[in-house]
């Protein structure tokens, strides 16, 4: 098999000739740059710079050297874009390292902390000194009463907070020229490997009213405003059911996997009961999937943290043929229960290692036999790709990294 016969197979359930690997195929099974310049240092690569493309978690572009290293079988749609010297300018990590932002992103430096400002030279938010990541500093419409709000401006209003900070690919608006140059590239792109291609849509139905309302508010709302919450869910599922209709016109024969995303768990359980979550975000889930498979022969993965077993039923009722990133850490989220009960019916894409304890914590032989197990678990049978839960972290160490994907890349 190649990658992408590889990768398909398991999601559709069928044993792979080797285990599927995932390292930086989408925004949670990626690496932070200060790490990753180690690794490439570790791997002895020499080759290119550190290229930045999740700018608020400082996620590194991981590159061909490195995917042939670990025999990565996914790439990011985003890889096809911003491929020029021109596209990137200079930056500092927290640590000193020097890097690559993309050209677009707007960064001012207020004594020892950075500013991230949108379009119209708003706040959006600040990385104080010290701080490994950026942090959120403005709601747009956190001070709007949702009872007497018609949601008008929301589609404006979803590029004025920080998580809408493009990844490469994003950044091209989806009119006829962004379309054009997004078939293109991704075409291009699709010629050019035999990798799964996976490409990130979002469509967060819980989560983007948090970054737009304040998460405290939203929460709040839909205990006290249900059919408020309904209207604005409404509104936004229909944002989003247009512009799926663009991109994937544009880029859907080319790419084997959408990724959706929706945080619905913390470590110790979801964030919202069954019953909230089939009311307020299940019909709208099931209605942006199902429509993302009549447009374009794809996979839905849904990128949701935390624990969440107590929703899988409805989740994979509502049409996701895959989830991320298996946070077998969190409670009730034991790989052995998680296989036995949804393994055949929803592909695992994650568990691998847990970063929470072990990759940071443990020896390389220990971290080894941790993989083993993990696969030996989750793997029989299809239904798996191996990705760590979440991105590594800028404290591993690159040798805990490379055991990793050494116990891997074995089985």
Not at 6 to 30: E, K, T, Y
Not at 56 to 72: D, H, K, N, R, S
Not at 204 to 233: I, K, T
Not at 294 to 313: I, R, T, W, Y
């Amino acid at each position: 098999m190649n990658s992408r016969e590889r990768v398909l197979a398991s999601l559709n359930h069928r044993q792979p000739d080797r285990v599927c690997i995932d390292f930086g195929g989408h925004r949670s099974s990626g690496i932070m740059a200060i790490v990753y310049a180690k690794l490439k240092k570790a791997l002895g690569i020499t080759s290119g710079d550190i290229y930045i493309y999740d700018l608020i978690q400082q996620l590194a572009i991981v590159e061909p050297p490195v995917q042939e290293a670990f025999g990565v079988d996914t790439v990011e749609m985003g890889r096809a874009f911003l491929t020029e010297d021109k596209d990137w300018k200079d930056w500092i990590l927290p640590d000193g390292t020097p890097c690559k932002i993309p050209f677009y992103i707007n960064l001012e430096k207020r004594g020892d902390d950075w500013i991230l400002l949108g379009d119209k030279g708003q706040e959006l938010a600040i990385q104080k000194k010290g701080c490994l990541y950026f942090e959120q500093t403005y709601w747009p419409m956190a001070d709007r009463d949702i009872r007497e709000d018609d949601f008008s401006d929301l589609e404006e209003q979803l590029g004025n907070h920080m998580w809408a900070t493009a990844h490469p690919g994003a950044h091209l608006p989806l009119d006829e020229a962004g379309l054009s140059e997004m078939t293109q590239r991704a075409k291009t792109l699709r010629e050019s490997t035999d990798r799964a291609i996976i490409g990130l849509f979002g469509g967060n139905m819980f989560e983007v009213p948090q970054m737009l309302l304040r998460m405290d508010n939203y929460l709040m709302y839909l205990g006290l405003y249900p059919e408020h919450v309904e209207r604005l869910s409404e509104k936004l599922c229909s944002v989003y059911l247009n512009n799926l209709e663009k991109w994937l016109g544009a880029v859907g024969p080319y790419i084997d996997v959408i990724l959706f995303g929706d945080d619905l768990g913390s470590q110790m359980g979801p964030l919202i009961s069954p019953q909230m979550y089939r009311r307020f975000f299940k019909p709208y889930h099931k209605r942006l999937w199902n429509r993302a498979r009549e447009l374009a022969d794809v996979k839905v993965n849904l990128h949701c943290c935390g624990s969440v077993a107590p929703l899988l039923d409805d989740i994979i009722d509502a049409g996701a043929d895959a989830i991320n990133p298996v946070q077998v850490g969190a409670r009730n989220m034991d790989a052995p229960m998680l296989k036995e009960r949804f393994g055949d019916r929803i592909c695992l894409w994650g568990g691998g290692c847990d970063t929470q304890t072990i990759l940071p914590d443990a020896t390389p032989e220990q971290i080894a036999e941790h993989v083993k197990k993990q696969i030996d678990i989750l793997h029989p049978g299809g239904g798996f790709v191996f990705q760590q839960v979440h991105n590594i972290m800028a404290n591993v160490s690159p040798q805990n990294i490379i055991a990793m994907f050494e116990a891997a890349g074995n089985k």
